[in-house]
Every structure is written in structure tokens, then in C-alpha cells.
């Protein structure tokens, strides 16, 4: 089983560490394989919005849970399904990003929009940026699934980043193009992540089999299980994965 490490307690740790290495020069903003990021000095809080009444679900109560992480450089190059695209496509780049924590019902109906959703907190999208590198897409995450869960924008994306600071992200871009295939993603994810089954790993594509997504679901007590609804394209598939770099086509 993946072990969640708090972000406090992974702060304490790193200080206890830097006060015996204390002429080690601090690591850059991020670390991940993939990944550079840079918070904007003039990031500011996107506005919040009015749902579309048909996408109101409020009396779905939680199943599971789906930790769904983008590639980035897919986003970049379609130009598609990702907000602020000059964020992470132009000022920074990235890898695996955070889309979203979202709560999933026992069937194809999930709890959405549960609850009044006002702007989030200047400092709430400067702490989560580095993570989900978008502050509409934030505001979208909080108000369609953070809702349907949490109290605060604040609780919502502190679970959300407790997920995703304990998995280690592998580097997919060292998968041989010759045998990159959708099993290749999933196995990455497993052997990575002591714990998490292949069956724990959903691998979503955009058209002509360019890799976009790959979801992992947990149970209500926040351990990796078996997706209810299938892993998508078979382990053969074959796919194709955006170069990180790539810059928007927008």
C-alpha cells in the first residue's frame, strides 16, 4: 500500500534534513522527472462560475475515489482539455500534472457541483500550482468534485496533494518508443509504487492514440483498488506520447 506522507510532516522532514546538511544548496521549486515550474509572481485566483443545472448531481454518495493525472505535453500539443495553457505550455514545463481528485458514484452517475463554490484564496492556487499548473482548472476541480467532499478548497486540495506527493511519478519519456503501449504505462505506474496494482491504473487517450491521462482509483479509505469500470485500451495497445517541451498549438 502507497504510505500518504502529509505535506507538514514531509516539511518537518526536510528541515530536520537541511539542519544537518545545512550547506546543501535548497532543490529547485520542483524536483519531479519531467518537470520545472516557476509559480507566476502575478498569479491570481480565477473567477467562480455557475454550473450548468444538468451537471448538478447531489444524491450520489461516494464509491471510490479517481486521482487523474494529465501529461501535460499532450494538453500542449492538442491545445485541448486543459485551461491557462500559457502556464504550463509557454512559462514552464512539465510532465504528469494533476487534473483532479474526484469522487465516483457505484455506476456512470458521480457526485458534481455539490455545494456553493466561491473564489479560492490567492495563497490556496500559489501553494497547489507546482501541482495542478492551472487556477481555472483549480476553481473547476474545487467546485465540481471538491464539494461533493470537503469543507474548504484548503482540505480538498491538502488531500489531493497527499496523493500525489506520496506517488512517485515514473518517467515515462524512458519507455522505448518501440515498446510504448498502454501495459508499459500501467506497469511504469506499478513497479514505481510498491502497493499499486496494475488493476489500480486507468490509461485514458486522445485521438490517434496519443496518451492523455492516466486515472488511479482508491477506495473511501484511501487505498489503491481495482478500477470498477476497467483499465481502458488492452495492454497492447500501442501509443504515442507527446515530448515534453511541446508547446501549445493554441
Known amino acids: 500500500m502507497i504510505r500518504l506522507l502529509s505535506r507538514p510532516a514531509a516539511l518537518a522532514l526536510l528541515l530536520g534534513l537541511a539542519a544537518c546538511e545545512s550547506a546543501v544548496a535548497p532543490p529547485p521549486a520542483s524536483t519531479t522527472v519531467g518537470v520545472t515550474c516557476a509559480v507566476p509572481p502575478n498569479l491570481r485566483p480565477a473567477r ?65 457541483y455539490c455545494g456553493p463554490a466561491p473564489a479560492l484564496q490567492p495563497a490556496t492556487v500559489r501553494a497547489n500550482f507546482c501541482m495542478t499548473p492551472s487556477p481555472r482548472l ?83 479509505a484511501w487505498a489503491p483498488m481495482a478500477c470498477p469500470r476497467g483499465t481502458g485500451p488492452s495492454d497492447r495497445r500501442r501509443i504515442r506520447l507527446a515530448p515534453t517541451g511541446t508547446a501549445t498549438t493554441r
Open 48 to 112: 467562480p462560475y455557475d454550473p450548468p443545472a444538468d451537471e448538478i448531481v447531489r444524491d450520489v454518495d461516494t464509491a471510490y475515489y479517481l486521482l487523474a493525472i494529465s501529461w501535460s505535453p499532450q494538453a500542449c500539443r492538442s491545445g485541448k482539455d486543459y485551461p491557462d495553457p500559457e502556464l504550463q505550455c509557454r512559462d514552464n514545463r512539465f510532465g504528469l500534472t494533476l487534473h483532479g481528485l474526484w469522487p465516483n458514484g457505484p455506476d456512470r452517475r458521480h457526485p458534481r
Open 138 to 220: 483549480m476553481q473547476h476541480e474545487w467546485a465540481a468534485h471538491g464539494t461533493c467532499g470537503w469543507s474548504s478548497p484548503e482540505a480538498y486540495f491538502a488531500q489531493a496533494a497527499t496523493l500525489w506527493d506520496s506517488l512517485n511519478r515514473p518517467d515515462l519519456e524512458a519507455i522505448p518508443a518501440g515498446r510504448l503501449t498502454a501495459g508499459s504505462v500501467r506497469d511504469a505506474f506499478a513497479r514505481a509504487n510498491p502497493g499499486l496494482p496494475r488493476s489500480a491504473v486507468t490509461v485514458v487517450l486522445a485521438d490517434d492514440d496519443w496518451l492523455r491521462e492516466v486515472r488511479l482509483c482508491y477506495s473511501t
